[in-house]
């Protein structure tokens, strides 16, 4: 019905940028918000940043000033610059889709499989 796939996570030094993108596709009518969250061994998924169809941003504390999030409304993809990366980065990040439910207010959440992002020092 609703498909989320990640790309572009990778190996990279201290220091080092990368650029993650996620497009939604299927049965989408129209979307709340798009985000990014992480997840490592141990930890609950956190909110990384996500961006409402308005344009309204939030991040977490720790990427401030580093990571930007951007979203293509007419493409159903939202962005996730990474600059900066740290090895404490390192992480799956894992890319939300929260759509309306066609005919009500209510909404619902789709999540991609998740894309590795490992930053060495």
């Known amino acids: 019905q609703v498909q989320v796939v990640e790309s572009g996570g990778g190996l990279v030094q201290a220091g080092g940028s990368l650029r993650l993108s996620c497009a939604a596709s299927g049965s989408i009518f129209s979307i709340n918000s798009m985000g990014w969250y992480r997840q490592t061994p141990g930890k609950q998924r956190e909110l990384v940043a996500d961006?409402?169809?308005?344009?309204?941003?939030n991040y977490a504390d720790f990427v401030k000033g580093r990571f930007t999030i951007s979203r293509d409304n007419a493409k159903n993809t939202v962005y996730l610059q990474m600059n900066s990366l740290e090895p404490e980065d390192t992480a799956v990040y894992y890319c939300?889709?929260?759509?309306?439910?066609?005919?009500?207010?209510?909404?619902?959440?789709?999540w991609g499989q998740g894309t590795q992002v490992s930053v060495s020092s």
């Open positions: 961006i409402t169809s308005g344009g309204i941003r």
């Open positions: 939300k889709i929260r759509k309306w439910v066609v005919g009500s207010t209510l909404w619902s959440d789709h």
